[in-house]
């Protein structure tokens, strides 16, 4: 079975400041791990994804997420907060790429302070 | 190209009615997933489903809950005699359905509200 913890329902930051949310896995496979943004009412967009290739992932919107088998962790970064970044963030795993369901986590909604 | 659609995006239904939830999958996409997200809680997986096939229904309800993808048309997905507890989001993904191409487009999703 496959599950995904985040820690941390709500998280603040000031504009400009350091993006940090926390995503754990447990998984009896190599993981495949995703980060997907949701806005108020409206659906989930993908915003980057670990396939087993580099460990560092680089995606939209200047995000990225390091996959580090150690720490059994895919924590999303971005180095400077905009206030569009406010909204929720949901991290998920899945035994495949395609044709596989998704295990999301509970969610961390990002507030950015003006 | 069109994105993933969903219909209606708001459904108010009383007690014991059915509700019907459809989605059509973007252009090209033989794969459908519905999940459903309670209030404060993540997207749960329900059912995942090809062209008039059920691949997994682990997530499903045993009961009052169905779900469809028939050859032609939206996939479908069915409670009957809802209660209180099934007001939630509904959201359905699609993908392409070939091996390597996993990623999921998810519809806006379907905002059922059971009074």
């Known amino acids: 079975a496959q599950s995904v913890t985040q820690l941390g329902s709500h998280v603040s930051v000031s504009e400009g400041a350091l993006v940090l949310l926390r995503c754990n896995y447990s998984?009896?496979?190599?993981?495949?791990l995703f980060w997907y943004v949701q806005y108020p009412n409206q659906g989930l967009q993908l915003l980057l994804k670990?396939?087993?290739?580099?460990?560092l992932v680089k995606g939209i919107n200047g995000f990225e997420a390091e996959f580090k088998k150690s720490e059994t962790s895919f924590h999303l970064t971005k180095p400077s907060a905009h206030m569009s970044d406010a909204a929720e963030y949901f991290c998920?795993?899945?035994?495949?790429?395609?044709?596989?369901?998704?295990?999301f986590g509970t969610g961390t909604r990002l507030t950015i302070i003006p | 190209n069109a994105g993933v659609m969903q219909n209606p995006r708001h459904l108010v239904r009383r007690r014991g009615q059915e509700a019907r939830l459809r989605c059509s999958p973007m252009?090209?996409?033989?794969?459908v997933y519905w999940y459903r997200q309670l209030p404060e809680e993540g997207l749960k997986f329900m059912v995942y489903?090809?062209?008039?096939?059920?691949?997994?229904e682990s997530g499903m309800p045993k009961e009052r809950f169905s779900a469809e993808f028939p050859k032609e048309g939206p996939s479908i997905l069915r409670i009957q005699q809802v209660v209180r507890g099934d007001s939630a989001a509904y959201f359905c993904?699609?993908?392409?359905?070939?091996?390597?191409?996993?990623?999921?487009?998810f519809g806006p999703g379907t905002r059922l509200t059971v009074l």
């Open positions: 998920a795993v899945s035994r495949n790429f395609g044709n596989e369901k998704l295990t």
């Open positions: 993904a699609s993908s392409p359905g070939t091996s390597g191409s996993g990623e999921q487009f």
């Open positions: 252009k090209g996409h033989s794969h």
């Open positions: 489903l090809q062209k008039e096939n059920i691949i997994d």
């Open positions: 670990y396939t087993s290739a580099a460990t």
């Open positions: 998984s009896s496979v190599p993981p495949y």
